[in-house]
């Protein structure tokens, strides 16, 4: 139940990040925000999807710095 839900904000979250990317032409932002869609498929421990996914949301910040 808990990774559904984790999945539910990642992607919520990662919809976010790519229409701001490609509003804003960051392709930093839109590479993120795919990702952030995708990775709960791949991930089904939940400690990994919660590291994984605060990675991916700071990840924009970090590279555009």
Known sequence: MHSLFIGLI?????TAYFVYG???GKGSTMLA???LCI???FIDNLLWQCVVGALL????FVVER
């Open 10 to 14: 990642a992607g919520a979250f990662g």
């Open 39 to 41: 990775y709960p498929y």
């Open 57 to 60: 949301l700071a990840a924009p």
């Open 33 to 35: 925000g795919a990702a």
């Open 22 to 24: 490609k509003r804003q």
